[in-house]
């Protein structure tokens, strides 16, 4: 299959699940004023580093299925027995917090337990997808969680309920429940057969995901550590400013993720000098696709800052401080790819992302008191441009790469696109 085509079928979906996001941030500053938008941000911020950090299940059950050839249900179960428990754990941290917090606080962190065991309990389901390359389930669930919170948001605010981030957390989780039992019920059925707890399968997943929720678990916070400096220094309201302007710059890698995406199950099923020809081809389409658009949003950021309320003004400059770094650190999808599915050493995409947040942190306490959320934007694009550069001098002297190796475009990218460009036409013409 082509890579462009497979990514493009990949990024009909990750359109959607960024058009949910954003739609999602659109609705929320609509509806909250800054300082409750910045709350809310940092309530998803922990969501989401939970999410990114149980991303290893979904690697580690992938993993299982593509590589080491396990059958899909004895992985979803076996795997499905750790997700469960990490959940029941979330959940219980969640109400021992409502209990110690008074108020709104005790609501919110409730809230955010019951939405972190969701999407836990949603990455073995997911796993076990990707590692059959089943790309249209697979993505599902990667689009519904998002979308069911949106519309339970929708429902509760425009209902006339209070528009206070404890309601709007509450019912994110509410709509991450809806959508993960009804991926686990559509789930179960399509991976029907014959299934057995094995102790030591778990355990292998176990480990595997211990490791690769290391790795992007250091990843999220190197993305999204800085938003706490940003509130210590600037308030809420600056995590609100910055934070837009971080989602905007950031949506970009939903066209890498979905190139990575398209090659994940291949690259851990190929022989090695295979699967490191199908990852820097990867790198080489990520590099022009987001190129492009990254020059894009750039020219068009104050356009988009215009869409936001006037409580959101500053925007604009951050996103445009950002995003030389994103483009660069797009590469790191494919990277981490080829290390956890091919090589299963997620550890090595840990280390790339922990020294680009190492730095980040460095350079956003310096940055930010002197330059606002201008400097986190600055810090971000420095830490992600100096992380990715090293671990792909450490990806070109292992797999024996000369840097045009991996960036120099050639016959086969143009190949690809002329097959995506025939496959298209071949679609039109049967509609």
Same mark, same amino acid.
């Given at each position: ?5 497979? !990514?493009?079928?990949a990024f009909l979906? @990750? ?18 004023? +800054? ?16 999410? &990114?950090?149980?991303? !290893?299940?979904?690697?580690?059950? /992938? ?27 979330? *959940? ?15 609501? =919110?962190?409730?809230?955010?337990? &019951? ?50 981030? /404890?309601?709007?957390? =509450? ?5 991450? #429940? ?9 789930g179960g059925i +399509? ?25 992007? !678990? ?5 993305? @999204? +550590? ?7 220094? =600037? ?14 710059? =950031?949506?970009? #890698? ?85 290390y956890t599915y ?15 947040? &190492? ?19 600055? &810090? ?46 071949? *679609?039109?013409?049967?509609?």
């Amino acid at each position: 299959m082509s890579i462009a085509y497979g !990514g493009i079928i990949a990024f009909l979906f @990750r359109g959607v699940n960024l058009a949910v996001a954003l739609g999602i941030v659109l609705f929320c500053t609509n509806q909250m004023g +800054a300082s409750n938008y910045g709350a809310f941000v940092l309530g998803l911020t922990v969501v989401g580093f939970v999410n &990114a950090a149980t991303g !290893g299940l979904t690697a580690a059950t /992938a993993y299982q299925v593509s590589n080491q050839r396990q059958p899909p249900p004895v992985a979803l179960l076996n795997g499905g027995i750790l997700s469960v428990s990490l959940g029941a754990l979330a *959940i219980g941290t969640g109400l021992f917090a409502g209990q110690v917090l008074a108020g709104d606080a005790g609501r =919110e962190s409730l809230a955010i337990g &019951a939405a972190c065991a969701a999407v836990i309990v949603n990455s073995v389901v997911a796993g076990t997808f990707l590692g059959r390359e089943s790309l249209v389930r697979y993505n599902l669930a990667l689009v519904c969680p998002p979308l069911f919170a949106l519309i339970a948001i929708a429902v509760a605010f425009l209902a006339g309920g209070s528009k206070t981030p /404890a309601v709007a957390l =509450e019912m994110y989780a509410l709509g991450q #429940w809806l959508a993960v039992t009804t991926l686990v019920v559509t789930g179960g059925i +399509a991976l029907r057969g014959a299934v057995s707890l094995n102790g030591a399968l778990i355990g292998r997943i176990g480990k595997f995901a211990l490791v690769a929720g290391l790795a992007s !678990g250091i990843s999220y916070l190197n993305y @999204r +550590a800085d938003l706490f400096l940003v509130r210590h220094f =600037e308030g809420r309201e600056g995590v609100a400013v910055y934070s837009i302007a971080v989602n905007m710059a =950031e949506s970009v #890698w939903q066209v890498s993720g979905s190139l990575a995406l398209a090659a994940y199950a291949r690259v851990g099923a190929l022989e090695r000098s295979e699967a490191v020809a199908l990852t820097t081809r990867v790198m080489r389409h990520t590099v022009v696709l987001l190129g492009i658009i990254c020059v894009g949003l750039f020219l068009l950021a104050d356009v988009l800052e215009a869409v936001f309320p006037a409580d959101y003004g500053g925007m604009a400059t951050a996103l445009r401080f950002i995003l030389p770094g994103v483009l660069l650190y797009g590469l790191a999808q494919s990277y981490a790819g080829f290390y956890t599915y091919q090589r299963g050493m997620p550890w090595v995409s840990s280390v790339v992302a922990g020294a680009g947040l &190492a730095i980040d942190l460095v350079l956003a306490s310096l940055l930010i008191p002197a330059m606002g959320v201008n400097g986190a934007a600055l &810090a971000s694009a420095i830490a992600y441009s100096l992380a990715i550069l090293g671990g792909l001098v450490v990806f070109a002297r292992s797999e024996r790469l000369r840097a045009r190796d991996i960036f120099r475009f050639g016959a086969a990218e143009v190949q690809d696109y002329r097959t995506l460009v025939r496959r298209l036409r071949g *679609i039109v013409a049967r509609a």
